[in-house]
């Protein structure tokens, strides 16, 4: 079943914690892209997100909490993990942070890690947090691997019956996941880019974030070369486009795209946040065409564009 938010937000609420407290699986809207919630501390709800996604046990989740005191009761939270929470949340960061012995977390969650990934959302989920009481675990509302969900439609398409309850808030504001950051010492480092670009953290916090990845170090379990992927072929910084493909194209192009069956535009203005919020719909719009494969213009590699290219390379990597 689908629930306006916009229409009747308080028997969302209701209706969603009802759904949670019974160890249920729901989909909720973020300000990042659609989640699909269960009570974190709940280990056969969270196995429910795990079945319905067709997610491996591997890869750990991350837990949405509506306040700091909820987060504090997760993790350890050293003085540069408290700057960046007290700056940049509510919003689209999760920290990586050693997890307190006694959070009452199944070790499900976690995937057996000694650390917990944490989200404090802005909006309707972090009022649903809220009245709930306890951490949501939800990741994207999708078939793992898949295109995420940014919107109610997407959800019931993708998950259909395995997901009783769906939240509708409309189109998310951001459109792509959240910026990871693992705190470990004094250390910060980027284990994926997102909704809050590295820039933006730097000048709001004054925090350096490193982002090279060590070679042949496997700092985030999960983290795979295919995500992201619609059915068809994706080719990326595409200047011209092959018979029979879609085309997404991202400002106004000079380049030659007669061929293609049916052109997309990310933002004609070249509007990189517009980008981000168009980018899994449209990828998904392009799927339904079933064209010969879809074709992406290049995207600057600044701010946003970061976290787009960064998606864009998982969705064109080979296939398992
Ligand atoms: P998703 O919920 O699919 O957007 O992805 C969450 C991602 O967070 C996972 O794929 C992991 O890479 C990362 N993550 C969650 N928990 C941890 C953790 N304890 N340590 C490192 N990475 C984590
Ligand atoms: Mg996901």
Not at 192 to 220: C, D, N, P, Y
Request: net charge negative.
């Amino acid at each position: 079943m689908k629930l306006s938010v916009k229409e009747n937000r308080t028997e969302a609420i209701a209706a969603a914690c009802a759904a949670l407290d019974g160890g249920e699986v729901v989909g909720i809207p973020t300000e990042t892209v659609y989640g699909l919630a269960a009570d974190a501390t709940n280990e056969q709800a969270v196995q429910r997100i795990f079945s319905v996604k067709r997610r491996p046990s591997f890869n750990p989740l991350i837990c949405h909490c509506s306040d700091i005191e909820m987060a504090e009761r997760l993790a350890h939270f050293e003085p540069v993990s408290r700057a960046l929470a007290e700056a940049c949340w509510p919003g689209p960061l999760t920290l990586v942070l050693p997890m307190r012995a006694d959070a009452g977390l199944p070790s499900i969650t976690t995937a057996g890690l000694e650390t917990v990934a944490i989200r404090l959302p802005s909006g309707f989920s972090c009022d649903l947090i809220k009245a709930f009481g306890k951490p949501l675990a939800a990741p994207s509302a999708n078939i793992s691997g898949k295109v995420s969900a940014t919107s109610a439609d997407h959800v019931v398409a993708d998950l259909g019956a395995a997901v009783g309850l769906v939240l509708d808030d409309g189109p998310t504001p951001i459109g792509v996941e959240s910026t990871i950051l693992k705190i470990d010492g004094g250390e910060v480092r980027l284990l994926r880019s997102g909704g809050l670009t590295v820039e933006r953290i730097a000048a709001t916090t004054g925090i350096e974030v490193l982002t090279k990845i060590q070679s042949g170090k496997i700092v985030a379990p999960g983290m795979m070369e295919s995500h992201y992927a619609p059915n068809a072929v994706v080719r990326l910084n595409a200047v011209d486009a092959k018979v029979g493909e879609v085309v997404l194209t991202f400002g106004a192009t000079p380049h030659r795209y007669e061929l293609a069956v049916a052109i997309l535009s990310l933002s004609a203005s070249g509007n990189l946040e517009e980008a981000a919020r168009n980018l899994y719909a449209m990828l998904k719009g392009a799927d339904e065409i079933a064209p010969n494969g879809i074709a992406v213009a290049p995207i600057p590699e600044i701010g946003m564009g970061v976290a787009i290219n960064d998606r864009l390379r998982r969705a064109a990597a080979p296939r398992p």
